[in-house]
């Protein structure tokens, strides 16, 4: 079974917003990256959080982790038309796994 | 520097047909990684690799095999293509295991 589930599925949120998605997994991680992935693209890393690490910021991307939770989310502010993609997250243990990703559409 | 390159892009096969995908990349990277990509599941790990001529299985490794003879190349093999495979496959490499993955741009087959 898929070992990072994200939340919600799909999100359309007008430009200027602040869109936020959330990542829950199962097992013990090293660390916990997010991805995005442009319509017939291949996916962009984006950011690494490491598993004593609770919050790391990249320009509008601010990413938190909650090892007690087992859940990360991914904060956009000031979201612009060209954010939208399907933004995925993916987790690094004893094996690689990815997220089923949340579909995220910016409306300018 | 041209990153991570797949070939072919889109490819359609009969079942039972083999192929070939061939992934290449050019940052003298240790690890690649072998995914498919299907609508609603995210992307599932096929086979990996940690160094040249060594391989191991992912997630989804049946009715796949893989080589890697160059530190260069990955190659990604489907001995009788079935219908089941019918998916998006990228390639991916890393220069440290677990870490940050460059991805390619993908190889769309259609098995009829």
């Known amino acids: 079974s898929q070992q990072g589930e994200e939340d919600p599925q799909a999100l359309s949120i007008q430009e200027g917003e602040n869109a936020t998605m959330n990542c829950s997994y199962k097992?013990?991680?090293?660390?916990l990256q997010w991805y995005r992935q442009n319509s017939g693209r291949g996916l962009v890393h984006l950011i690494l959080i490491r598993s004593n690490e609770r919050e790391k910021h990249s320009g509008r991307l601010r990413v938190t982790l909650d090892t007690s939770k087992k859940s990360s989310s991914l904060l956009i502010t000031a979201s612009r038309a060209a954010d939208t993609a399907s933004y995925f997250c993916?987790?690094?243990?004893?094996?690689?796994?990815f997220g089923t990703g949340t579909s995220l559409t910016v409306i300018p | 520097n041209a990153g991570v390159t797949q070939t072919p892009k889109f490819r359609v096969l009969k079942t039972g047909q083999s192929m070939t995908l061939l992934c290449a990349q050019d940052m003298n990277h240790e690890y690649m990684y072998w995914y498919r990509q299907d609508p609603g599941m995210g992307l599932r790990l096929i086979h990996y690799?940690?160094?040249?001529?060594?391989?191991a299985k992912g997630e989804v490794p049946d009715g796949y095999n893989v080589s890697r003879l160059k530190k260069q190349n990955f190659l990604l093999g489907l001995e009788s293509a079935a219908p089941s495979q019918t998916s998006v496959y990228f390639c991916a490499s890393s220069y440290v295991v677990g870490e940050t993955q460059y991805f390619g741009p993908g190889t769309r087959l259609l098995v009829l």
């Open positions: 097992t013990s991680i090293n660390n």
């Open positions: 690799s940690v160094g040249e001529g060594t391989t």
């Open positions: 993916a987790t690094s243990g004893n094996q690689f796994y």
